[in-house]
C-alpha cells in the first residue's frame, strides 16, 4: 500500500501513463524553478528586460498545468485507478496547481524587479529579500526532490523550513515598515519590496503544501493542518509499518 | 588421454570382476562373489562422489587423493579448474576496485544512463556536483532530479557540444554537461564544474560591454566637432583632408563601437530570440532599394521573392543579418559585378541567399571568416571601411533563430552566403498558418 515504484502495473501502457504524467509534473517543477531562479537574478542584477520575460514566460507553465490536467483526468476516466494509484493522481492534480500558483508569484516577482530596476536602491540591494529568496528556491528544490523520490522525510524537512521562511517573512515586513516611517519618500519602494517579500512567503507556503502531498502519496496521511510534531510520529509510524511488512 | 583413461577403467572394471568370478567358482556361491566386487566398486565410486561433491561445495583440497586412476585424474581437473577461476576472480575484483577508485578520484561527474534516462550508476564526483544521493537515486530518472529545463530538453535529444547551465546543487555554480552514449542503449554523462571560466567568460563580455560603452560618449563629442569643422565655410584649405579624413576614422571608430556592443548583446541574450512578426518581403524590398539607389559608384542588386512567407523572431536582429550580408556582397564586389538576393521556401523552412560575382573568399579561408576581427586580407577590407564584426554578429543572430548560416565560394569568381531557418520560424501569409507560437 506504500507508493514506492511507480511500475507495478500488470498493464503495460498503464506504467507508461503513470510514468510520463510523473515525469511532466517534474519537468513543470523544473519550468517553475528556473523561471523563479530568473526573477531573483533579475532583482539582484537589475535586470528589467530580464524581469519582464519572467512574466512573459509564465504562459508555458499556464500550459502545462493545462495539458498535465487534462491527462490526469484521462486516467482516472479509463483506468479509474485505485489506492496508491489514485492517491498519486490526486496529489498530482493538487500539485500542480501549488507549482501554477508559484509561476504566477515569480510572475509578479518578475515585474516587480522589473520596477524596482529603474529606482534607487537600498545600500543592501535587498540583502534580506535575497536571503529570503535563497531559503525558498531551496524549498523548491527540496520539494521537487522529495517528489521524484518519493520521500515523505525529505518532504517533512522542507514542512519544518517553512516556518523559517515565515519568520524572515516578519522581519522583512517589520523593517520594511520602519523604513517607511522613517523617511517617506522610500514609501513607494518599500511596498513593492514588502510585495515582493510576500510572494516569496506565498512561495513557501506553496512549497510547503506539495509536500503534504508528497506525504499523503507515499504514505496515505492527510497532514494538513496539524502539528509537525504529530507529522512526524505519524511519519515515522507509518515508515516503520511499511518496513515491517516487507 | 580420456580413451585411454576409460579404456584403462573398464579393463579394471572387467579384471576386476573377472577376479570375483573366479574366486567364486573356487569357493563356491560365484554369485555373492560378484555381488560383493560390484558392491565394493559402487562404494569405491560414491566415496569419489562425495569427495568431488564437497570440493565442489568450497571445500578445500582434501588431499591426498588417490594418485592414479580416474577419480584422480578428474578430482585433479576440477581443482586446477577451481584455482584458476578463482585467481580470475580476484583479478576481476582488483581490476574493479582500480576502476572504481580511479572513477571516485575524477573531478568530474560521471552518471550512467539506461535507455530510459534511468540512472544506473554514479561517481562521489557526481554526488557532490548534481546533488544524488546513491542511496535512493539509483534507477531514478535523472531529468526528474536534475529538472533545469535546458538540460531536460537537451537529455531528449543529446547532440552538440552539451550544455552549460546551473548546478542544482551549489549555489552560483555552473556546470558543463554532456551526454555520450556508447553500448547498447547505455549513455554517460560527464559533468564538469566550469564556474571559473563561466565567470571569466562574463567578466570579459562585461568589460568589452562597458569599455565600448565608455568609449562612445567622448566620440560622440569628437565627431560632433569633426562635423561642424568639415561644414565650416571658413576652415583653411590645408585642414580640409586632414579634418575630413579624422571625421571618416571617428565614424568608423562609432560603428565598430556600434558592432561590438551588438555583437555582445547578442552573445548574452537568451538562446534564443524572440517570435515577433517580421515581414520579411517588405524589408528586403526597402533595403534593396535602398542599397541600389545608392549614390556610390556599386554593382547592381537585384531582388527576387519566391515566396512571401514571414519569419517569427526580432526585427532588429533580423534587419542586421540582412543587411551585413548584402553589405558585405556589395562592398566585395566591382561595380561592373552584380548581387542577387534571393528569399524562397522550401519543405525544410526558409532560406535568405545573397550571391555575388565579387572577389570570392579562398576556401580555407571561410570557416574562419565569421571570427571577430578576421579578416581575410585586412589591407583591402579595413580601406572599404568594414568593422570586421559583421559576419560575427550575422552568425550569432542567425543562430540566435535556430538557423543555418551556409558559406561557399570561390576566388575570384563571388561568394554565396545562405541562411537557413527553420519551418516553426516561418508564417505563411494566405491563412495557412503552420507557425507554432
Redesign the interface.
Known amino acids: 500500500m506504500e507508493v514506492e515504484d511507480l511500475r507495478q502495473h500488470i498493464s503495460r501502457s498503464f506504467n507508461a501513463d503513470i510514468e510520463s504524467l510523473?515525469?511532466s509534473v517534474?519537468?513543470m517543477?523544473?519550468?517553475v524553478?528556473?523561471q523563479l531562479?530568473r526573477a531573483i537574478e533579475a532583482l539582484t542584477t537589475r535586470d528589467s528586460a530580464l524581469g519582464l520575460?519572467v512574466a512573459q514566460d509564465d504562459f508555458k507553465i499556464n500550459r502545462m498545468e493545462v495539458s498535465i490536467d487534462e491527462a490526469c483526468s484521462r486516467i482516472l476516466a479509463t483506468r479509474a485507478p485505485a489506492a496508491g494509484d489514485l492517491r498519486l493522481i490526486v496529489a498530482i492534480i493538487k500539485t500542480i496547481t501549488d507549482l501554477e500558483r508559484i509561476g504566477d508569484e515569480a510572475e509578479k516577482i518578475g515585474r516587480l524587479a522589473a520596477r524596482l530596476a529603474g529606482v534607487e536602491r537600498p545600500t543592501t540591494n535587498y540583502r534580506e529579500l535575497r536571503n529570503l529568496a535563497?531559503h525558498v528556491k531551496q524549498m523548491i528544490?527540496g520539494t521537487?526532490?522529495a517528489f521524484?523520490?518519493l520521500?515523505a522525510k525529505g518532504a517533512l524537512e522542507i514542512v519544518k523550513a517553512d516556518e523559517i521562511v515565515d519568520e524572515e517573512y516578519e522581519s522583512i515586513h517589520r523593517q520594511a515598515i520602519t523604513f517607511m516611517m522613517e523617511d517617506p519618500r522610500t514609501i513607494s519602494r518599500g511596498m513593492d519590496s514588502m510585495w515582493l517579500a510576500r510572494s516569496l512567503e506565498r512561495i513557501g507556503d506553496h512549497a510547503k503544501n506539495i509536500s503534504e502531498y508528497v506525504v499523503y502519496m507515499v504514505h496515505g496521511k492527510d497532514i494538513r493542518y496539524t502539528s509537525v510534531e504529530a507529522i512526524e510520529a505519524e511519519v515515522t509510524l507509518a515508515g516503520e509499518v511499511a518496513e515491517a511488512n516487507t | 588421454m580420456l580413451r585411454r583413461r576409460w579404456a584403462k577403467q573398464v579393463v579394471f572394471l572387467a579384471a576386476w570382476l573377472a577376479a570375483a568370478a573366479l574366486l567364486g567358482l573356487l569357493f563356491g556361491a560365484p554369485a555373492w562373489w560378484l555381488t560383493a566386487a560390484l558392491l565394493l566398486y559402487v562404494a569405491h565410486t560414491l566415496r569419489y562422489i562425495f569427495l568431488l561433491d564437497r570440493m565442489l561445495d568450497g571445500g578445500k583440497r582434501h588431499a591426498p587423493f588417490a594418485t592414479r586412476g580416474l577419480w584422480a585424474e578428474i578430482l585433479a581437473r576440477v581443482d586446477t579448474i577451481k584455482t584458476k577461476s578463482r585467481n580470475r576472480k580476484k583479478k576481476f575484483h582488483r581490476v574493479l576496485r582500480e576502476i572504481r577508485e580511479s572513477t571516485g578520484a575524477l573531478s568530474d561527474g560521471g552518471v550512467i544512463l539506461n535507455g530510459d534516462n534511468e540512472i544506473v550508476w554514479f561517481n562521489p564526483a557526481a554526488t557532490l556536483l548534481l546533488?544524488l544521493?546513491p542511496r535512493?537515486?539509483i534507477g531514478?530518472?535523472l531529468?526528474?532530479?536534475i529538472?533545469?529545463?535546458e538540460?531536460?530538453s537537451y537529455l531528449a535529444e543529446p547532440g552538440g557540444e552539451g550544455i552549460t547551465f546551473?548546478s542544482?546543487k551549489m549555489?552560483s555554480a555552473w556546470l558543463a554537461l554532456q551526454i555520450i552514449p556508447y553500448g547498447r542503449d547505455q549513455r554517460i554523462a560527464i559533468v564538469r564544474n566550469v564556474t571559473r571560466e563561466v565567470n571569466l567568460e562574463r567578466t570579459r563580455r562585461d568589460f568589452v560591454a562597458n569599455a565600448s560603452h565608455e568609449l562612445r560618449s567622448p566620440l560622440t563629442v569628437l565627431s560632433g566637432y569633426l562635423d561642424t569643422f568639415a561644414d565650416d565655410e571658413d576652415l583653411p584649405n590645408r585642414w580640409k583632408v586632414p579634418i575630413a579624413e579624422m571625421l571618416r576614422q571617428s565614424n568608423r571608430m562609432t560603428q565598430i563601437l556600434r558592432d561590438l556592443m551588438e555583437l555582445m548583446r547578442l552573445e548574452s541574450a537568451?538562446s534564443d530570440a524572440s517570435r515577433d512578426f517580421v515581414d520579411v518581403c517588405t524589408m528586403l524590398g526597402l533595403m534593396v532599394r535602398d542599397f541600389d539607389s545608392a549614390p556610390a559608384e556599386h554593382p547592381a542588386v537585384s531582388l527576387q521573392l519566391e515566396t512571401d512567407a514571414a519569419l517569427l523572431g526580432n526585427e532588429t536582429e533580423l534587419h542586421s543579418i540582412f543587411f551585413n550580408l548584402i553589405h558585405n556582397a556589395v562592398r566585395f564586389t566591382p561595380a561592373t559585378g552584380s548581387v542577387a538576393v534571393v528569399w524562397r521556401t522550401d519543405d525544410q523552412g526558409a532560406a535568405f541567399e545573397v550571391t555575388d560575382t565579387g572577389i570570392g573568399i579562398p576556401e580555407e579561408e571561410i570557416p574562419r571568416i565569421t571570427e571577430r576581427f578576421y579578416r581575410v586580407d585586412p589591407g583591402r577590407s579595413r580601406a572599404m571601411g568594414g568593422t570586421g564584426l559583421g559576419l560575427a554578429i550575422v552568425k550569432h543572430a542567425v543562430q540566435r533563430h535556430n538557423g543555418v548560416l551556409e558559406i561557399a565560394s570561390v576566388e575570384g569568381e563571388g561568394s554565396s552566403f545562405r541562411c537557413r531557418f527553420a519551418p516553426e520560424r516561418l508564417l505563411y501569409r494566405g491563412g495557412q498558418a503552420e507557425a507554432a507560437v
Open positions: 510523473y515525469n517534474l519537468t517543477g523544473g519550468l524553478e528556473e531562479d520575460q535563497g528544490r521537487l526532490d521524484a523520490r520521500d | 546533488g544521493d535512493t537515486d531514478r530518472r531529468d526528474n532530479l529538472r533545469h529545463p538540460f531536460v546551473p542544482p549555489e537568451e
